[in-house]
């Protein structure tokens, strides 16, 4: 599992193009400081590793911003370890360069070295915060080896450093905590921003009893759904369906109980749907489903198979066995009915027959049954 909130690794991402050009030019500047000093070859080596770091700082990053779009969690958290090794290479090769000063400078180019550290520490805060952990294997990484070199030295002005070294740890410890609680608080305040966009939307097109779509989302997406089969020329059809003497289990056995048949109706029914149906609860008992690419006789079909599973299915409710049966009416897109509101009005005409006519059956319009 990936040890951070992805979004930091996005972050983090998005600062390593600027973190690596820096760090490049600082190093372009030690080595126009320290050329007359270390010998060239040395340099030169010491200058193709810090390219080689860059170059994998940028490859490290592309293969975050993979894990990131394939949600590989663990290849993120893999990647993260690589990420904190190649930190402290990256330490590592700045405290050769203040060795490099040591051994071929005179002084106080040690301290040249010295304020380089910090800067690229202090700078590393705001691009690197975002992985705390990495940040501060880095932090000790850098500055541990440069307390060691001022005390080795031993000099008053030394030893002056190191005391405000030490002053400085805290402060800059700080300083990455709170970019990190910065970060993650805004990431966090705009996950929880987006949830709740998300949840109105859910519930601006849902029914909160059933978790089916609502009435009139279910009129705004047939629009389109019918706009794109009359185009294309393709088979669309209607049902409409009303559970039967439905007041009679709400006077019999409470609203609640009635609210069950309708939970469990609408998962009975759910089994039978299709990838492309579109099914709703347009009110109360009834419920209308969109079958996409399904003539007049394919819906009859899938009617009946639902008017039967309905019929079949004993529920259960609170030690009470209740049955319940369905009507259908069937409406299909055609040179009469152009809209969703023509199959609707029709495809309810044909339910009322349906009940009229006994109830627990299904109508279509005679010219095509």
Excluded at 183 to 188: D, F, T
Excluded at 241 to 254: C, E, T, W
Aim: aromatic share 12%; with cysteine; charged share 20%.
């Amino acid at each position: 599992m990936a040890t951070v909130h992805p979004k930091l690794i996005e972050s983090l991402v998005e600062q390593t193009p600027r973190a690596m050009i820096a760090m490049l030019i600082v190093s372009c500047a030690y080595f126009g400081i320290f050329i007359k000093f270390v010998p060239f070859s040395v340099l030169i080596i010491w200058f193709i590793f810090q390219i080689l770091l860059a170059w994998y700082r940028f490859y490290n990053a592309r293969t975050f911003r993979k894990c990131l779009a394939q949600k590989a969690e663990k290849k993120l958290a893999k990647h993260e370890k690589y990420f904190m090794l190649s930190n402290v290479f990256q330490a590592f090769m700045w405290t050769i360069s203040s060795i490099l000063s040591i051994v071929y400078a005179p002084q106080p180019y040690e301290l040249v070295s010295l304020i380089m550290s910090i800067g690229i520490i202090t700078a590393a805060a705001l691009s690197m915060s975002s992985l705390y952990k990495a940040y501060l294997v880095f932090f000790f990484s850098m500055i541990i080896p440069q307390i060691i070199i001022m005390l080795n030295y031993g000099q008053h002005q030394h030893i002056g450093l190191v005391v405000l070294i030490l002053i400085y740890i805290p402060a800059t410890i700080l300083l990455s905590r709170a970019i990190y609680n910065s970060r993650l608080s805004s990431i966090e305040a705009h996950d929880e921003l987006q949830d709740n966009v998300d949840e109105l939307h859910r519930l601006s097109i849902m029914d909160n009893l059933t978790n089916i779509y609502n009435r009139r989302y279910f009129f705004e997406i047939s629009k389109k759904l019918i706009a794109t089969a009359s185009r294309d020329n393709s088979a669309v059809s209607l049902l409409m369906l009303d559970v039967d003497f439905f007041k009679h289990v709400n006077d019999n056995y409470g609203h609640q109980a009635g609210d069950f048949i309708l939970v469990e109706l609408v998962k009975e029914l759910g089994t039978i749907m299709r990838k492309g149906d579109v099914f709703a609860r347009i009110g109360g008992e009834e419920f209308t489903v969109l079958l996409n690419n399904t003539a007049l006789e394919g819906a009859k079909v899938i009617a009946e198979k639902m008017r039967v599973t309905i019929e079949n299915k004993m529920f259960n409710y609170s030690c009470h066995s209740i049955d319940i049966t369905i009507s259908i009416g069937i409406s299909e897109l055609n040179t009469e009915n152009t809209s969703i509101e023509d199959l609707y009005k029709q495809a309810d005409k044909q339910l009322y027959i349906a009940k009229k006519s006994g109830r627990n059956k299904v109508s279509i319009s005679r010219n095509a049954a």
